[in-house]
């Protein structure tokens, strides 16, 4: 097979994975990004590669656990008022997601995915500098009663099913692994083979470097406007215009219209997060990262720092950020890890992008085998970036990516 032009569309994860891979299978590749490598939420994220992972977010009981967050004074849980009508059909088929028969085919369907994550991520940087950046160690979620560990009876329940490894914590295991934490944990739910990127940044932005030191091109360009040739397909900006034999929209959050205008109305919305960094100083404090589910927060050690992140909030691609809610979560950060330096280094936030079933849209678009998608990767974007981009080269090569590909098809809802 002789490699074809193809331009990839964002320089997120997503994007810069998809390059490396399109690239090493003898594509001529240019990767295009309207601000630059990693401008959107591959920046911020808390860097966990959670292998094997299984637990979509619409589970039973979702209804009722939103509504008891939404009435918390600082929700880890938003809808701004003024999104409301635009979120309530993504809600609607949030809440049909949660039907115990959807859940149960949403978790096998992930799983199919992250189950290779780790290995994805090796396939692409071994060799490189880039694998000092990928840390082994684990990812560690910690309950503060039986009441809130009994709440992850259904996902554990999923894991089992699935063949997904954990182990879980007494008191003394979970101060055994991580003796800074406070002891006030009455369970640990510890997922032994995670890695966590030290980095995400830094991680695709060399991912990136690597992919232009291999003659691979990146160009700021931002692609409004597809025209669907016999032969190719023309991308348009403003001024100027990029002709390629594919393209691969992997845009994040900014994917719906791009798809939209190939004939897919995918039902694409992003569920916001933020991060709050604290000082490099206390990174030594935790060996991996750690989720307190009672409070709905990851501490992660990064190299920068202690990168606190949190929330889902629906207010849309280009609302203002409010910092509000995590930053009130310092004191519960200081109870779970005293000692700690709480001084705000800085604040980000970020657009997940996300359908109502936890699944990617990957795969040719529905009417065009010129354009292939790979977005929509939700909460999970740098578990499944490398997987991910390797399935979309698979395809654009004419191998078999060695995975049922329908449930992940763009015209699935
Ligand atoms: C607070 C938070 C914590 C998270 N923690 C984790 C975690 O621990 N583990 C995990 O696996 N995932 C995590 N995630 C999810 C993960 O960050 C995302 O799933 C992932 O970054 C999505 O990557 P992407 O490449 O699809 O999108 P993005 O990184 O958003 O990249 C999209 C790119 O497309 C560009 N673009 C948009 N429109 C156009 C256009 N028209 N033309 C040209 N370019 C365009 C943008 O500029 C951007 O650079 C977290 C997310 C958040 C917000």
Same mark, same amino acid.
């Given at each position: 097979?002789?490699?074809?032009?193809?331009?990839?569309?964002?320089?997120?994860?997503?994007?810069?994975?998809?390059?490396?891979?399109?690239?090493?299978?003898?594509?001529?590749?240019?990767?295009?990004?309207?601000?630059?490598?990693?401008?959107?939420?591959?920046?911020?994220?808390?860097?966990v590669v959670i292998n094997a992972s299984c637990g979509p977010t619409a589970m039973p009981g979702i209804f009722f656990d939103v509504?008891?967050?939404?009435?918390?004074?600082?929700?880890?849980?938003?809808?701004?008022?003024?999104?409301?009508?635009?979120?309530?059909?993504?809600?609607?088929r949030f809440l049909n997601e949660s039907r115990r028969s959807r859940v149960h085919a949403n978790a096998k369907n992930l799983h199919a995915l992250t189950s290779t994550a780790a290995?994805?991520?090796?396939?692409?940087?071994?060799?490189?500098?880039?694998?000092?950046?990928?840390?082994?160690?684990g990812w560690l979620k910690v309950y503060?009663?039986?009441a809130s560990f009994s709440g992850s009876a259904f996902a554990r329940l999923l894991m089992d099913e699935l063949g997904a490894p954990y182990d879980i914590l007494?008191?003394?295991?979970?101060?055994?692994?991580?003796?800074?934490?406070?002891?006030?944990?009455?369970h640990g739910l510890f997922v032994r083979d995670g890695?966590?990127?030290?980095?995400?940044?830094?991680?695709?932005?060399?991912?990136?470097?690597?992919?232009?030191?291999?003659?691979?091109?990146?160009?700021?360009?931002?692609?409004?406007?597809?025209?669907?040739?016999?032969?190719?397909?023309?991308?348009?900006?403003?001024?100027?215009?990029?002709?390629?034999?594919?393209?691969?929209?992997?845009?994040?959050?900014?994917?719906?219209?791009?798809?939209?205008?190939?004939?897919?109305?995918?039902?694409?919305?992003?569920?916001?997060?933020?991060?709050?960094?604290?000082?490099?100083?206390?990174?030594?404090?935790?060996?991996?990262?750690?989720m307190?589910v009672?409070?709905s927060?990851?501490?992660?050690?990064?190299?920068?720092?202690?990168?606190?992140?949190?929330?889902v909030?629906?207010?849309?691609?280009?609302?203002?950020?409010?910092?509000?809610?995590?930053?009130?979560?310092?004191?519960?950060?200081?109870?779970?890890?005293?000692?700690?330096?709480?001084?705000?280094?800085?604040?980000?936030?970020?657009?997940?992008?996300s359908l109502p079933d936890s699944l990617p849209?990957? *795969?040719?678009?529905?009417?065009?085998?010129?354009?292939?998608?790979?977005?929509?990767h939700q909460h999970l *974007?740098?578990t499944l970036?490398?997987r991910?981009?390797?399935?979309?080269?698979?395809?654009?090569?004419?191998?078999?990516?060695?995975i049922d590909?329908?449930p992940y098809?763009?015209?699935r809802?």
């Amino acid at each position: 097979m002789s490699g074809q032009n193809i331009v990839v569309i964002g320089a997120g994860i997503v994007g810069a994975t998809t390059a490396l891979a399109l690239q090493q299978d003898g594509h001529q590749v240019i990767l295009i990004d309207r601000e630059g490598p990693c401008a959107g939420a591959s920046f911020g994220n808390a860097g966990v590669v959670i292998n094997a992972s299984c637990g979509p977010t619409a589970m039973p009981g979702i209804f009722f656990d939103v509504l008891r967050m939404i009435s918390r004074p600082l929700s880890p849980f938003k809808i701004r008022l003024s999104y409301f009508p635009r979120a309530l059909p993504w809600m609607l088929r949030f809440l049909n997601e949660s039907r115990r028969s959807r859940v149960h085919a949403n978790a096998k369907n992930l799983h199919a995915l992250t189950s290779t994550a780790a290995a994805g991520w090796r396939a692409l940087i071994s060799g490189t500098e880039l694998v000092d950046l990928l840390r082994p160690g684990g990812w560690l979620k910690v309950y503060e009663s039986d009441a809130s560990f009994s709440g992850s009876a259904f996902a554990r329940l999923l894991m089992d099913e699935l063949g997904a490894p954990y182990d879980i914590l007494d008191p003394a295991g979970v101060q055994n692994l991580e003796p800074r934490l406070a002891p006030i944990f009455t369970h640990g739910l510890f997922v032994r083979d995670g890695l966590l990127i030290s980095d995400p940044g830094k991680m695709t932005r060399g991912m990136v470097d690597l992919f232009l030191s291999r003659g691979g091109r990146l160009q700021k360009f931002t692609a409004e406007r597809l025209e669907i040739g016999a032969d190719n397909v023309v991308i348009h900006d403003q001024s100027d215009s990029l002709s390629a034999e594919k393209i691969v929209i992997a845009a994040g959050a900014w994917s719906r219209d791009l798809a939209a205008q190939v004939g897919d109305q995918v039902p694409l919305d992003t569920e916001r997060g933020y991060h709050l960094m604290l000082p490099a100083s206390n990174s030594a404090l935790l060996a991996r990262p750690v989720m307190s589910v009672d409070r709905s927060f990851v501490l992660s050690p990064q190299d920068e720092g202690l990168r606190l992140t949190s929330q889902v909030e629906f207010a849309g691609l280009d609302a203002a950020p409010d910092y509000s809610h995590v930053r009130s979560l310092i004191p519960a950060a200081q109870r779970m890890l005293p000692g700690i330096d709480t001084t705000e280094e800085s604040v980000w936030m970020g657009c997940r992008p996300s359908l109502p079933d936890s699944l990617p849209v990957l *795969g040719y678009a529905t009417q065009c085998d010129r354009v292939v998608y790979s977005f929509g990767h939700q909460h999970l *974007g740098m578990t499944l970036g490398p997987r991910t981009a390797l399935i979309t080269a698979d395809l654009i090569a004419g191998r078999d990516p060695q995975i049922d590909l329908r449930p992940y098809r763009a015209d699935r809802f």
